[in-house]
Structures are given as C-alpha cells and as structure tokens.
C-alpha cells in the first residue's frame, strides 16, 4: 500500500484567479531591513530564492511606499519609477528560477510614518507616533489610489507576480475604514460604503491596470483589537467589496500596531484568531488566508483540513526554517526549525534598525554571507561538551557539514537553560527548539555522551581536530545575610521543579529570568477552574479572556472587558537599580509580559540594598529606609557567571578549545547569542 502523503489538505495544489500555486503555504510579508544593506537586491534575492526552494507556495515581500508620504521613514523602501522598477527584476526572476511565486506588498503607512509629511485620514494622531498627521485632501486621496494601481503596475514590470494590498495592522487602509480615526465629511468619510472606498477603489484601479493575469491579494484586518475598530459586519463588507472590484484572494491581519494585545508574541495561542478568520471565509467565493502563529505544519494541515482557511500565512516560519515545506513534504516535520514566536532577532532587530534575522536560524536575512564562508576542509573530529543552546548550535551544524562530532553533557538530558526556559508558561514553543535539536543531532550521527563531563587530559588524549567548550553558566550566588535560609530556593531548582515556592514570594533579580520566575510564581491560580487565565498553547479561551478579546460579530474591534486572573501567590520582583525593572526585556514582547504580570498582581521593587533573609521574611533598605518583605520564598534570580574551568584545563595541555555561549560570556547571554555563536563557529570547521 502506497504511504499516506504528509499534509495533503497543506500541500495541495491552489487557484489564485489565474495562478495556481503548488500548495497553501504562505509567506507573509515582512519588514526585512535589508533593503538597507549593500548589495541589497543580491541579498534579497538569496533571501527569497532559498525560501521559494525550501517549498514556499507563495511569498510576499516587505511593503514598498507607493509616494513619498506613504514611506515607513526617511529610507524605507519605495516604488514610483521604472528605474526602481528594472533594479527589482533580480529578486522575482531568482524566486520564479528556484520555482516559486512571489508578490510585492503595496504599503501606504499613513499616520504610523516616521516621515516629515506624514498624512492620513484625519489628523488624529496614533498613540505610538507623537507626529501628528495631515489629513489629506480629497483630491490627494483619489491620487493616492492612482498611486497604489501605478506602483503595482512598476511591480509587474520587475517581473512580480502580483501584488499584496497592505489593509491591516492599522496602516493607511485601516485609518479611512475605522471611524477611530476617520472623521472625514467627504466621499472617504462618514458611512461604512464611503469608509471603505479608498481600500475598492485601490483594488478596482490596480484590476483594471494590471488585467487578469496579475494576482490581487488584499489583507484584511479581520479583528482591529483598538477601541473604535471595525465590528465583524464591516469586516465582511469590506472584503466582500474587495472581492467585488477584483481581488483573488484575501490575506488577514489581527490587531493594529498601536493594540495592547498581543497578536504575534509567544504568550499567543497557536492561530489563536482563526474564529474571525473563518467568519470572513464563509461570506466569500474567493479563497482566504489565516495568519498569525501558525508555526507547524500540523497546524497548518488542520486549519485547512477544517475549512476555516483555504492557506496559511507563515512569516516568522520560514525565517526560521527556509526548508519548512519540504521538510513536511518528506514526512520530516520532527526536522524543522520551529519559529518559538520570541520576535528577538525578527522584529525586535527591525526595531533597532538591523536587519531581519532569526534566533533559530542565524542564516535568515545573511543567506550570502554564510554562502561566502570558507568551505570545509574535510572532515574533522570534533569534541563539543555541554549541549545547551550554543553546543547544540555547534553539534548540529558541524554535523550538517560533514563532521564527526562528539557532544558531551554532564547532565541526564540536552537543552541546559532551554530546559529551564520550556517550563515557563507560555514558553513552551522551546520544547520545538528542542525537538529540532534532537532531530539534528540523530541526523548528523552526533555521538551524544549523557552524564559524562569529560576530564580535560581525555579530551587532550582524544585527538581532536576542534575541542569547544560551551559548559555554559552557574547561577551567581550573591552576597546576603542568611541566603541559606531554607525559604531560598535558586531560579534553576524552582523551574526544574526540584523546590516549591510558598504563597508569598520574593523575587531577588529582575532581568529576564526574574520576569520569567514572576511569570512562573503568578500562573497558579486560585480559581483556576473560573478563568484559567494561561495562555498555553490550545487554550485559546482563556487568553482572550485574560486580554479582552471578544469573539462576538458585534464588538467593534472584537474588543471585550479583561477578566483579571486570580494567582495563587503574592510576588515582589525586586532590583538594586533605581529604574524600573524590566528595561531589558524584548522590544516587542516585554510590554504583553509586563501588563500580564501586572494584571496578576505583581508588585515591583527597584533601588534595593538587600539586608539579610530570616524566619520573618527579606529585609531590605530602599533610600535609606528599612524594609521587610514578610514572604515564604526568597527566589534568587541575580544573573550567572560563566562555568569555564575546563578551558583553562584544556590550555594548560596544550589544547586550544573554542570558549562559546555562557562559558565564554555569561553576561546578558541569552539563546540569541548562544546559538549564532555556535553556528558560526562550526561554519568555520
Ligand atoms: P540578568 O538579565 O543579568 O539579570 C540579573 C538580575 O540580577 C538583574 O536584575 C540584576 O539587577 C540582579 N543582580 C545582579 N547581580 C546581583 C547581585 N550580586 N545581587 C543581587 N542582585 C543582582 O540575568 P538573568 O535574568 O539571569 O538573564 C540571563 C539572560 O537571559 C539575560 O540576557 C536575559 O536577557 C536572558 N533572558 C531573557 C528573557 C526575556 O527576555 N524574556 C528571559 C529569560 C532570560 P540589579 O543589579 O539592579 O540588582
Ligand atoms: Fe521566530 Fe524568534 Fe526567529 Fe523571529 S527570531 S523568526 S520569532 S524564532
């Protein structure tokens, strides 16, 4: 009997108007920032050619202004001639060589610009933009569509298949169709009809300048998540509409920019937003798209399996993972490198003017410059002990190039930290990290040796080509009276569940593991069976209830009152810095994790000196004046130093080991580090 085919409803063939697409995957568009780089187009079309051999049916590229005004800031990328045109050709006619299909996203930012002469729909300003917009006037609107149709026209000239019409997260479409911000008493303001008239005739003018063979696709913001947002049945309109003046298939988006409520974060629950997707599906003849975490292809498959999405949108996935779709093609999905939604070194690095990559996957968005690394030499004999992030890194690239590895760990399982890390709610998108790790590992025939920390002269004795030490970090032990007081318990014992927190804790350390310890302490709840308010992964329910998100056609925006969780405990997160905690915490996923932990009552502390832990509890000085903190649990989350004994064992020998990950530096180390470093170093074996 012929096996099962992996994913059939995911990897079945599908019509877009005149396109038929090789299957139901795709990428969504992402801000890149390469655009920026030297040898831009040479980088972009490596970036997009390799996704569209990995598999991807369908791509978009990041949004391209169609006028000055509509610009992300002063640089972001633009189309409005033909020269710009012709110097785009290379990146669509790489994808279509690697087999693949590939749209340009038409983005008008309106008032989110960061330009001079931002414009809009009004000149209410957004909260995350201080620049107030200039409402443009009639006549410039009508301009505009003429703009969006005339860009996506330039498209087809650079070979594009088609273009992306940018409606969601709150950019310019949005603006005109939310009566939040559209106040307007001419033909754009006003009824639904006129609100949604820029966003028809956009789609009508591109139709009609680019006939049948262009494919059209229109993202929707199928929930705005803003107070003043749409209501489920303007939603439906507006695609019907959009389908009406010539679109052949719609894309979704969830929650505008400026929302306090996390869309793409890791605390999200996988395609936590597909009800409203599904909502939009059964009002159109034309096929609709679901996005937002969606970073498996088990996932995926069920979506369309169900019926509540024709295809899926992958972004972050395919940064992680190039190779996404042929790896589940080939019933390899335990293979594939899982997007963990932590958005550390995508969106985060967008925020901080660099480039796009991946934490997972150091290659993403620098496929030239790991191409343009020196090849290997043979194959080496390589001992790598400890298998946290940055010996894995180290074990399974190394591996993939050809090399015979050995990776040592003293404890009884790979993963170091990331262990630590899986256990915390809402991280448990590490324990794919780990699975692909494990993958990886068997793949490459890596020899694992499970409690074994070898002695320096068995490494010196064993004829190494490469000895790495990435022994990793010890938790640092800081100096306070009565720290061996049994109510103290290290980050490390209470996440490996080795020691129990009591009903009122203090949290002594607040950078990212003491956010984490917080998260971990204020799970537990009280009544957990009324609002179980954790968002793990499935229990979508009680993530909208936690966050306000209502599933009712009727809520303008899909907007709902938060129910306020009731934890177990009391926490008090505290730090000797007189800031306040949490400065260090990812751009774009610290502001959800602060307002979750707030919501759940936790109370911060900053400008500490502690001065002794007893029976009583933590007593400690802020300016000046003594404190106690009457808790049952003192958990110390004070940062770590680097475990590198082995290291200077090794030199000792006459062996030069490679130091990586905590071992070399403990500060600030995080998984982002640790895995490039490691990567980069086996690219050099
Ligand atoms: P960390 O970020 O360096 O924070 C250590 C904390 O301990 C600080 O709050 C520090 O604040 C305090 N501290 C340092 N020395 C101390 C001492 N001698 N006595 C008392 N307090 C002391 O380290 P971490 O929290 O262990 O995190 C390790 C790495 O993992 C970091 O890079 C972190 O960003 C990353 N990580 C990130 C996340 C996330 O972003 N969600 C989650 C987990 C881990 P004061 O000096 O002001 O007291
Ligand atoms: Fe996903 Fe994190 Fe990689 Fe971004 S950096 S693509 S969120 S794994």
């Not at 002469?117 to 003429?146: F, K």
């Not at 998108?429 to 990886?440: D, I, K, Q, S, T």
């Not at 907007?559 to 934890?567: D, E, G, I, K």
């Not at 996923?589 to 502390?605: K, V």
Request: with cysteine; net charge neutral.
């Amino acid at each position: 009997m012929p096996a099962r085919p992996s994913f059939p409803s995911l990897l079945a063939p599908l019509r877009l108007g005149a396109h038929t697409l090789r299957n139901r995957t795709l990428m969504g568009s992402m801000h890149t920032g390469i655009e920026r780089l030297d040898r831009s187009t040479e980088r972009l079309s490596a970036f997009y050619a390799e996704r569209a051999r990995g598999g991807a049916g369908l791509m978009v590229t990041g949004g391209f202004a169609m006028n000055e005004a509509a610009k992300l800031d002063e640089h972001g990328p633009i189309l409005v001639s033909e020269a710009e045109a012709d110097a785009l050709r290379p990146i669509p006619q790489a994808v279509h060589a690697a087999g693949g299909k590939i749209l340009l996203q038409v983005l008008h930012t309106g008032r989110y610009g960061k330009t001079p002469a931002l414009v809009g729909a009004s000149n209410i300003p957004s909260p995350i933009n201080r620049r107030v917009p200039r409402p443009l006037e009639t006549a410039e609107v009508w301009q505009t569509i003429d703009d969006y149709a005339r860009c996506a026209e330039l498209a087809m000239r650079a070979g594009f298949d088609g273009v992306e019409i940018m409606g969601s997260e709150g950019y310019f479409l949005n603006q005109f169709a939310a009566l939040r911000c559209n106040n307007r008493t001419d033909e754009f303001g006003g009824s639904v009809e006129n609100r949604h008239r820029v966003a028809v005739e956009a789609v009508r003018r591109t139709r009609e300048r680019l006939g049948p063979a262009a494919l059209i696709m229109y993202r929707i913001s199928a929930l705005d998540l803003v107070e003043g947002g749409a209501p489920a049945d303007e939603v439906i309109a507006l695609a019907r509409s959009v389908e009406a003046a010539g679109a052949d298939v719609i894309n979704t988006g969830f929650g505008w920019h400026e929302a306090r409520i996390p869309t793409i974060a890791y605390m999200v629950p996988r395609a936590a937003f597909r009800f409203a997707a599904a909502r939009i599906k059964q009002a159109l003849k034309i096929p609709l798209i679901l996005s937002n975490r969606i970073n498996t292809p088990e996932v995926a498959e069920e979506i369309i399996a169900s019926g509540d999405a024709d295809m899926v949108s992958m972004a972050r996935p395919f940064l992680a993972d190039a190779a996404f779709v042929n790896k589940a093609a080939a019933g390899r999905p335990d293979a594939i490198n899982t997007c963990i939604a932590c958005n550390q070194a995508c969106l985060d690095f967008i925020f901080t003017s660099q480039p796009t990559s991946c934490l997972v996957n150091p290659r993403a968005g620098r496929e030239l410059e790991f191409d343009e690394m020196p090849p290997s030499r043979g194959r080496r004999r390589v001992a790598v002990v400890g298998a946290g992030a940055a010996g894995l890194a180290c074990a399974v690239t190394a591996a993939q190039r050809g090399h015979a590895v050995e990776l040592f760990e003293a404890g009884g399982e790979i993963g170091g930290q990331l262990n630590l890390a899986r256990a915390v709610p809402g991280k448990e998108e590490f324990n794919e990290m780990l699975r692909y790790f494990r993958a990886g590992v068997a793949d490459g025939g890596v020899a694992v040796r499970l409690n074994r920390r070898p002695a320096a002269d068995e490494l010196a004795r064993g004829d190494y080509d490469h000895v790495v030490v990435a022994t990793g970090v010890r938790p640092r032990v800081p100096d306070i009276p009565g720290l061996d007081h049994p109510k103290v318990i290290g980050y490390a014992d209470l996440l490996a569940g080795r020691r129990k927190a009591g009903r009122r804790v203090a949290v002594i350390g607040a950078g990212g593991i003491g956010f984490d310890v917080a998260e971990y302490l204020l799970h537990e709840e009280s009544e957990p069976a009324q609002h179980n308010g954790h968002a793990a992964i499935g229990e979508v329910g009680g993530f909208f209830r936690e966050w306000g998100v209502s599933t009712s056609a009727e809520a303008p925006g899909g907007l709902a009152q938060p129910v306020a969780p009731r934890p177990l405990r009391t926490v008090t997160l505290l730090q000797r810095k007189p800031e306040k905690p949490g400065r260090t915490l990812g751009l774009s996923t610290g502001w959800a994790l602060r307002a979750r932990l707030e919501q759940r009552g936790l109370q911060t502390l900053s400008g500490c000196t502690y001065e002794r832990i007893d029976d009583a509890g933590l007593h400690l000085r802020i300016k000046g004046e003594l404190q106690l903190l009457e808790v049952d649990t003192v958990v110390v989350c004070a940062g770590q130093e680097s475990e590198n004994a082995l290291a200077a064992q090794l030199r000792d020998l006459g062996v030069a080991p490679v130091v990586i990950g905590g071992a070399d530096l403990a500060a600030e180390l995080d998984a982002l580090r640790a895995i490039d470093q490691g990567t980069r170093l086996a690219m050099t074996f």
